[in-house]
């Protein structure tokens, strides 16, 4: 019985992104428990990380598709930890992370992502002892590590982001930068201060297919921001400065 009531907590979770999962310790008077906001809009990465968090014990999950709800959960709950791929929610790099972190300072903020260049890692980590880095492609006991260590207030670093913040980085020659035509289009239209959202409709395309190019455009180029991606574009001649927005 107690496993289908489980199941059902579960379930709820995923179909109702505003529906709080939280472990059967909960019931429990006077239990303190640690609260969670998972910041991604990707329906199979919530699931995932639900399911591992359900197995941790004193935990209260929430889940936050975009970044006004992340704003609204954070204001509720100013402690809480934060597993954010910021890639998915229109943050600009890492001066908006570090705004957010200097707007909830006892917020502690995991970020996971699929790329994440050393320079970018280098800024967050330097800026804030509550900030941990998980790829989306780690495996699940390093997972379950991370969320154990932050959940008891501690630093991860995962070992792709250890290995990265020990190599010197090396800034990509201009010849070896091939960007696709749709590709300068896009970091074009980002230029001119065009949200993921806004050029996805400009271009009769989903918010992940233009996700993607923008994040291969960051890979590309070495960078995690949009002015960094344009320095570099301009610098570069990639990008003609009159199409540059500040």
């Known amino acids: 019985m107690m496993l289908q009531t489980y199941n059902i907590f579960f379930i709820f979770s995923i179909i109702f992104p505003t529906f709080a999962l939280s472990g059967r310790i909960k019931q429990q008077e006077g239990t303190k428990m640690k609260q969670i906001i998972i910041a991604d809009n990707q329906d199979i990465t919530r699931a995932g990380l639900l399911h591992v968090l359900s197995r941790m014990g004193e935990v209260s999950c929430q889940v936050a598709a975009g970044k006004s709800e992340l704003m609204y959960r954070l204001k509720a709950c100013p402690e809480a930890?934060?597993?954010?791929?910021?890639?998915?929610?229109?943050?600009?790099?890492?001066?908006?992370?570090?705004?957010l972190g200097q707007r909830y300072p006892l917020a502690h903020l995991v970020l996971w992502s699929e790329e994440l260049s050393v320079g970018f890692i280098r800024s967050v980590v330097s800026a804030s002892g509550l900030v941990s880095v998980l790829m989306k492609d780690a495996k699940l006991p390093e997972i379950e590590q991370c969320l154990d260590y932050?959940?008891?207030?501690?630093?991860?670093?995962?070992?792709?982001?250890?290995?990265?913040?020990?190599?010197?980085?090396?800034?990509?020659?201009?010849?070896?930068?091939?960007?696709?035509?749709?590709?300068?289009?896009?970091?074009?239209?980002?230029?001119?201060?065009?949200?993921?959202?806004?050029?996805?409709?400009?271009?009769?395309?989903s918010f992940h297919t233009v996700n993607t190019h923008r994040k291969n455009i960051f890979r590309k180029l070495g960078v995690n921001s949009v002015h960094e991606a344009m320095r570099y574009a301009m610098r570069s001649g990639l990008v003609d400065a009159a199409d540059y927005c500040i």
């Not at 930890?81 to 705004?99: E, H, K, P, Q, R």
């Open 81 to 99: 930890v934060v597993i954010l791929d910021y890639t998915l929610f229109d943050f600009s790099g890492a001066a908006d992370l570090l705004v």
């Open 150 to 205: 932050v959940l008891h207030g501690r630093r991860f670093l995962c070992q792709h982001a250890a290995g990265l913040l020990l190599t010197p980085a090396e800034t990509p020659d201009r010849e070896t930068v091939k960007l696709t035509k749709t590709e300068t289009e896009i970091l074009k239209e980002i230029a001119l201060g065009m949200t993921t959202r806004e050029i996805a409709e400009k271009r009769f395309s």
